[in-house]
């Protein structure tokens, strides 16, 4: 007897065929008009934060209430990428976050676990289109686009070791291009939308296999521009999957697909002024739909418009009301976050809401990717996507590429009033101490944590409440010339995660070297020229000069760093700033071949007023400037910013070591203005046994009464901090005498 489930999965499938190919029932989905008006991509280098919105801005673009962390252009990805469309995330096993953004001709897969620096892992190429979509469900991506291929899988499997494998190009019964993909990872299954078979409608794709999705059924009876799906588990439609499809002009239809051979409609809404239904978002507690109309601004209303309705019974959405932004633009894709919403509205870029109250939201911050307009239109922000645990937050722009950030300046900030150690002894552990400060949010004291970078991994030590405000650790006693990579973390009372360095777990925290001291290689405040060459010959303006800083306009430091009253400034005039570039200043060589450990010590001014305005670089060269390595760079702000180079990490310390910095205003739309104080090459030495304080080979009386007159201040030959608190007392005296009395090996 034939199955009359498997008949009518057969005549399912049958009907897909058949309409393969065929133009959709309600095609006219408008989407042609993105093609009508191209606009030419933005170009740049990579734009790496934090920049807290400020005055109205963030980063060079109109912000509020964010943090923009990162911005990766288009021409940084690869195959010359002329627009970006879609973008969604995935978080591996192990906790780190990656970006998969859709390009003109495929996806591109970027870390961004440290959001102020992400990083491709991956590109999976495909053919060129506009429109391309991509979902994950477990360790696996999902990508469909207008250009054919049908779906491309991408298993992210093995992501975290930087290996990203696209497994194949699925085609089947006749499907070849999609508009829009959705995921359902409850039931896991996914949904093709606007495909080229099923007249456009919803076809549900199993991933039992997941790495060969398989059509298993549609609901055809018209097209579908895009969906979520949910699966209910309580109340009456308990366990029953439901979906809401945005159907254009058709408005809202909401379709029982818990039976893939038996999709039905149950209910649905064509609210006042429907124009062309885009793309909906349900609340948390799946009470209210919040609805994108991608034609009605311009049409039925003059601002940007997000329809609220009420699907507690989803059988019988009704609309309750609508809320806005106030801008002009277009909307297009919105997703919801516990009491936040975040929508990507075109030329007005990010905009998010408190939605804690359905019918009276509120707008709470954004982030204009688009600054030149706000008008009705398809250019700007495509999508977003807020669900990563950090906090992070991912906009895809279709001319200006890919957008990191977190909403709110409310943050933990950590201090360290007793300052933190540069050199450490040898032996001998080292007190740390920090304070944290709660800016807007309420610090949980049971996570506040000393982390320790070691060679078998992340050592992490509980700090103890110290009784005056702070908290403190131990860095353990370590040999000479090792180096302590370290950094604190705590969490919020909502259990976000905040790390001090900002991108410590990538690239490193802070550091203290195992030393007794250090040698002084060089050293320069500027007051006096020793050597260092400018070459300003690409700038009209503004090129280097070593000068007595005055402010003269609202970039320019008003005094040197180091208080010598010179620095190296662009611009040798009070209110000249760089136009032009780049330019670069070259430090005389220095002989670092007996110094393998040797660091440059500097502080860096780079401000400007305006975008697109590059970053102060600065690179090492070991052989006498014939190449270089970028080292370190500084982006836009108004404070000298100190920083330390460890030579030995970007060249081999040789005998014509160099350092060059350099500034750029090649398309002099904004005013720059860099500097270069402080500047020193310091090379740590170190003495194994602490108790021969007289480093005279022997441990005697003479070291006792040397460290005890370092110690009352009658002498200053060395220093009598031992445990490196920043204070001389009592403990440093019991620790010296422990030392004393045990001697040297």
């Not at 110690?711 to 220093?719: K, V």
Request: one cysteine or more; a negative charge; hydrophobic letters at 35%.
């Amino acid at each position: 007897m034939t199955n009359p489930r498997v008949g009518a999965l057969c005549l399912a499938l049958a009907s897909l065929t058949a309409a393969a190919g065929a133009a959709p029932g309600d095609r006219s989905d408008k989407d042609w008009r993105k093609l009508a008006d191209p606009w030419a991509p933005v170009r740049g280098e990579v734009l790496r934060g934090p920049f807290t919105a400020a005055r109205g801005e963030a980063g060079g673009f109109p912000a509020s209430n964010i943090t923009l962390l990162s911005w990766v252009p288009l021409n940084n990805f690869p195959e010359s990428q002329d627009s970006g469309n879609d973008c969604w995330g995935y978080v591996s096993p192990s906790g780190r976050e990656y970006a998969i953004i859709g390009l003109h001709s495929g996806f591109s897969i970027l870390e961004v676990t440290d959001p102020t620096d992400p990083h491709q892992i991956g590109f999976v190429p495909g053919n060129g289109s506009v429109w391309r979509d991509v979902k994950v469900i477990g360790s696996y991506a999902y990508g469909v686009s207008e250009g054919g291929l049908g779906i491309q899988v991408i298993d992210l499997s093995q992501v975290d070791d930087g290996i990203v494998t696209h497994v194949k190009n699925k085609t089947q019964s006749g499907h070849s291009s999609t508009h829009n993909i959705a995921a359902n990872p409850d039931s896991g299954y996914l949904y093709l939308c606007g495909a080229n078979i099923g007249n456009g409608g919803l076809v549900a794709v199993s991933t039992t296999d997941p790495t060969d999705p398989t059509i298993v059924g549609a609901w055809t009876t018209r097209y579908v521009h895009d969906v979520q799906i949910v699966t209910y588990t309580s109340g009456p439609y308990a366990g029953r999957e439901i979906a809401y499809c945005c159907t254009g002009s058709g408005g809202l239809d909401v379709v029982d697909v818990t039976n893939k051979s038996n999709m039905f409609r149950i209910g649905g809404h064509k609210y006042a002024g429907t124009h062309y239904c885009h793309q909906a978002w349900l609340s948390e507690d799946r009470h209210y739909l919040f609805v994108n109309d991608e034609m009605d601004e311009g049409t039925s209303f003059s601002v940007t418009t997000t329809h609220v309705l009420d699907v507690s019974d989803p059988a019988h959405p009704t609309q309750v009301t609508t809320f806005t932004s106030g801008a002009a633009s277009t909307d297009h894709n919105l997703y919801v976050v516990g009491n936040h919403a975040f929508e990507a509205n075109y030329m007005s870029g990010l905009r998010i809401f408190d939605i804690s109250n359905p019918l009276a939201a509120q707008e709470i911050g954004y982030l204009d990717t688009s600054p030149d307009k706000d008008q009705p239109g398809y250019h700007g922000a495509w999508s977003c996507y807020p669900y990563f645990p950090s906090g992070t937050i991912l906009i895809s722009d279709i001319e200006r590429g890919l957008f990191v950030l977190r909403l709110g300046t409310s943050r933990l900030e950590f201090a360290f009033p007793d300052g933190l150690p540069e050199y450490v002894r040898p032996g001998l552990p080292t007190r740390v101490r920090t304070t944290v400060t709660q800016n807007g949010v309420e610090l949980d004291p049971t996570t506040v944590t000393l982390v320790r970078k070691t060679a078998d991994g992340e050592v992490r030590t509980p700090m103890t409440p110290d009784g005056e405000g702070g908290y403190s650790a131990e860095l353990p006693a370590g040999e000479c010339f090792d180096t302590m990579d370290y950094w604190f973390t705590a969490r919020d009372t909502g259990g976000l995660s905040y790390i001090e360095p900002f991108n410590a777990p990538i690239d490193g925290g802070f550091e203290a070297e195992v030393a007794t001291g250090t040698d002084q290689v060089f050293t320069d405040d500027f007051s006096a020229d020793q050597g260092w060459q400018a070459d300003n010959s690409r700038a009209s303006a503004g090129g280097w000069a070593r000068v007595q800083p005055v402010a003269g306009n609202n970039i320019e430091p008003g005094a040197d760093a180091d208080g010598s009253g010179f620095a190296f400034l662009t611009g040798a005039a009070p209110g000249e700033s760089l136009v032009g570039g780049p330019i670069t200043l070259t430090s005389p060589a220095f002989d670092l071949s007996a110094s393998p450990l040797a660091d440059v010590h500097y502080a860096a001014w780079f401000a400007a007023d305006g975008p697109f305005v590059g970053r102060l670089t600065v690179e090492v060269s070991g052989d006498d400037g014939a190449s270089w390595t970028l080292a370190a760079s500084h982006g836009k702000d108004t404070f000298w910013e100190s920083n330390v180079i460890r030579i030995a990490d970007y060249v081999s310390p040789s005998s014509k070591v160099r350092v060059r910095f350099t500034a750029n205003n090649s398309a002099g739309i904004s005013e720059v203005e860099a500097g270069v104080d402080a500047f020193r090459v310091v090379s740590p030495v170190c003495e194994p046994c602490v108790a021969d304080y007289n480093h005279d080979g022997g441990v005697n009386t003479l070291d006792f009464i040397a460290y005890l007159n370092d110690f009352t201040g009658s002498t200053h030959n060395g220093d009598p901090d031992l445990n490196a608190d920043g204070q001389v007392n009592t403990l440093d005296f019991l620790l010296f005498l422990n030392l004393f009395s045990a001697g040297c090996p």
